[in-house]
């Protein structure tokens, strides 16, 4: 077993170093590793359906998709996250319980009485403290897990505090649980980092053959491309969403109540209607024109307008309130 020492916190690079250890390395390998502050969405999520969109802007989070399904967790550096990389044989590939393993008995050590529950959960009194998930590539596995040891709560509800209502897709929705933090339970204080090594320590000690190793600079550079190629992306993080249908009425200050009817196929909106009680002195058809067949994405959406005088079409409404709507 490898265990591949990581440094950074950057979620974009450590999301292209997981497919990267998976997809290159040939030994079965064990990794720790903590983000900034940042989103991490599943596979086969709506993005902009499990987000708050306005406070993710305002405090700039990155938004990140994963390899794995599941729902999307909220990473700050109170968060410690960990992951198996294994080759299996047979049809053992999911095995949610052989994985967390070696989580409960470090819990254990620390007399903390931690379990396994329900699909793929660890909790603490019934309160989860760790999501898991598990992603197949050939011969090989893929099980990573968040584990809250003194993570931002409130930001972390913040951040995930989606409007289900203003969405219709099939894609897969987070369901929200109870969360308690590791350090709440603890007998004596203990940093994140000391809890990270103990957990280093008893993989040593649970897997004899195991080594230390770190990525190379060779590593870290093709790692970097797949950040630029597709984990820094808008098409990989918000336009691989499933097909959806998404709407919202605003009021604005001057110009009325405006609603956006939307259907986005592959991340760009194919057809979008606008109605409301505003007055305009052109047709609003030509705005809903030049929004069809371009992104649902901010920078997409103002370059299109930017060629139009909007209160032309919506009088008194500002340009950021009218995109609040899209959104």
Same mark, same amino acid.
């Given at each position: 077993?490898?265990?591949?020492?990581?440094?950074?916190?950057?979620?974009?690079?450590?999301?292209?170093?997981?497919?990267?250890?998976?997809?290159?390395?040939?030994?079965?390998?064990?990794?720790?590793?903590?983000?900034?502050?940042?989103?991490?969405?599943?596979?086969?999520?709506?993005?902009?359906?499990?987000?708050?969109?306005?406070?993710?802007?305002?405090?700039?989070?990155?938004?990140?998709?994963?390899?794995?399904? &599941? &729902?999307?967790?909220?990473?700050?550096?109170?968060?410690?996250?960990?992951?198996?990389?294994?080759?299996?044989?047979?049809?053992?590939?999911?095995?949610?319980?052989?994985?967390?393993?070696?989580?409960?008995?470090?819990?254990?050590?620390?007399?903390?009485?931690?379990?396994?529950?329900?699909?793929?959960?660890?909790?603490?009194?019934?309160?989860?403290?760790? &999501?898991?998930?598990? $992603?197949?590539?050939?011969?090989?596995?893929?099980?990573?897990?968040?584990?809250?040891?003194?993570?931002?709560?409130?930001?972390?509800? /913040?951040?995930?505090?989606?409007?289900? +209502?203003?969405?219709? /897709?099939?894609?897969?929705?987070?369901?929200?649980?109870?969360?308690?933090?590791?350090?709440?339970?603890?007998?004596?204080?203990?940093?994140?980092?000391?809890?990270?090594?103990?957990?280093?320590?008893?993989?040593?000690?649970?897997?004899?053959? +195991?080594?230390?190793?770190?990525?190379?600079?060779?590593?870290?550079?093709?790692?970097?491309?797949?950040?630029?190629?597709?984990?820094?992306?808008?098409?990989?993080?918000?336009?691989?969403?499933?097909?959806?249908?998404?709407?919202?009425?605003?009021?604005?200050?001057?110009?009325?109540?405006?609603?956006?009817?939307?259907?986005? $196929?592959? &991340?760009?909106?194919?057809?979008?209607?606008?109605?409301?009680?505003?007055?305009?002195?052109?047709?609003?058809?030509?705005?809903?024109?030049?929004?069809?067949?371009?992104?649902?994405?901010?920078?997409?959406?103002?370059?299109?307008? +930017?060629?139009?005088?909007?209160?032309?079409?919506?009088?008194?409404?500002?340009?950021?309130?009218?995109?609040?709507?899209?959104?």
């Amino acid at each position: 077993m490898l265990i591949v020492k990581r440094h950074h916190t950057d979620p974009y690079f450590n999301l292209a170093t997981e497919e990267y250890v998976l997809k290159n390395f040939d030994e079965d390998s064990f990794m720790l590793w903590r983000n900034a502050p940042s989103i991490i969405v599943g596979k086969h999520q709506n993005t902009l359906a499990e987000i708050n969109v306005d406070y993710v802007k305002k405090h700039n989070i990155p938004v990140v998709r994963r390899l794995s399904g &599941g &729902g999307a967790v909220f990473h700050d550096l109170g968060n410690l996250n960990f992951t198996f990389i294994r080759k299996v044989e047979g049809d053992q590939f999911i095995d949610f319980r052989k994985y967390t393993a070696p989580i409960l008995e470090v819990m254990r050590k620390l007399g903390i009485p931690a379990r396994f529950e329900g699909r793929n959960d660890l909790t603490i009194k019934g309160l989860k403290f760790s &999501g898991n998930a598990e $992603h197949i590539w050939k011969d090989r596995v893929l099980h990573h897990g968040t584990l809250l040891f003194s993570a931002q709560m409130t930001n972390l509800s /913040d951040a995930l505090n989606a409007d289900p +209502s203003k969405f219709t /897709d099939k894609a897969v929705k987070s369901v929200r649980s109870r969360v308690t933090n590791i350090s709440e339970h603890l007998k004596k204080p203990m940093e994140v980092l000391q809890f990270s090594d103990l957990i280093e320590d008893h993989i040593l000690e649970k897997y004899p053959d +195991s080594k230390i190793t770190e990525l190379s600079e060779e590593d870290q550079n093709r790692i970097h491309e797949m950040v630029r190629e597709k984990y820094n992306t808008w098409e990989w993080n918000f336009g691989y969403s499933p097909n959806y249908n998404f709407r919202k009425i605003i009021r604005t200050g001057k110009g009325g109540t405006l609603e956006f009817d939307l259907d986005v $196929h592959n &991340g760009t909106m194919l057809h979008i209607k606008i109605f409301g009680d505003y007055f305009c002195k052109y047709d609003t058809e030509e705005i809903e024109l030049a929004l069809t067949e371009i992104p649902h994405q901010e920078q997409s959406i103002r370059e299109a307008l +930017s060629r139009f005088n909007l209160d032309d079409y919506f009088t008194g409404v500002r340009m950021e309130e009218f995109l609040t709507g899209l959104f």
